[in-house]
Every structure is written in C-alpha cells, then in structure tokens.
C-alpha cells in the first residue's frame, strides 16, 4: 500500500525506467511484506538542472543515475525500512548498474485514515481490503 514517488533525471529508456520501477517494487514487497498487487508509483523525470543532491557532507558523488525515492505508508517497523533501503540498493545495483551513492530513501508515515484507494472511501477504515495486515505488522 505504499505510495512510491521516484524522481530521476531525463535521459533513461523504456527499459531502464520500467527495471528500475520493478526493482523498487520488488524491494517494496519484500521488506515491507505487502501484496505484490499493492504497486502506486509515480515517476517523474526532470531535467538536470532541476535537481540537486548533495552529499550531506557524507562524500557521496551522485551522477546522472541520481534516483529519488519517497515512500508514503503506514507505519511500518525500523528494520523493515533498513531492510527495505538495502533491498532497492541491491536491485537497483544488480539490474542497473546503479551505485549506493545515487540512492536517497525518505519515508512519510501516516495512519489509516490517510488512505482512499478510490470511491472516496477510506477503505483501511471500512474494511474493504483483502487480506489487509493485522496490526502487529506495523
């Protein structure tokens, strides 16, 4: 159920920017352990100069492969969300050629009312998910 926004910079083929989704989501189902249907991604490509990533003084040096990626969900546990950033490194390493360095990971939390997956229900309330996780899972 995670939302994934991911900004790049324009360049990449068809080929790239879908192996690069895949592998996200990949991660995103393994770590966080949700359905492999649960996939909301947006990607959004900008232009070099509409991106700036610096290396928050960690000596980081980010190229052209610069990937971004916010993840909006439920609250989940802190080892999940280390699991889940190693995951999409290795993915993302393994199918692109992508290095650690043009990696950066946020996570927003928020509740089960923050969700409408359509029909302006809010459907973690209502209970009209299938198989929803129970609340030890978080």
């Not at 900008?46 to 040096?61: Q, W």
């Not at 993915?91 to 969700?115: F, K, M, Q, V």
């Not at 302006?120 to 609340?135: H, I, K, M, S, V």
């Amino acid at each position: 159920m995670p939302l994934i926004a991911v900004d790049v910079i324009r360049g990449h083929d068809e080929t790239h920017l879908t192996t690069l989704l895949d592998g996200i989501h990949d991660a995103v189902v393994e770590a966080l352990a949700v359905p492999d249907t649960d996939r909301y991604q947006i990607l959004t490509q900008h232009e070099p100069l509409e991106i700036r990533a610096l290396d928050t003084g960690l000596g980081y040096t980010r190229s052209q492969n610069l990937t971004i990626i916010r993840v909006i969900s439920k609250a989940r546990p802190e080892a999940a969300k280390q699991r889940l950033y190693a995951l999409i490194a290795q993915n993302l390493h393994a199918r692109l050629g992508i290095g650690g360095d043009d990696i950066i990971i946020s996570i927003a939390e928020n509740t089960d009312a923050d969700w409408s997956f359509g029909g302006g229900r809010a459907q973690f309330l209502t209970g009209d998910l299938p198989n929803t996780p129970d609340e030890s899972t978080k």
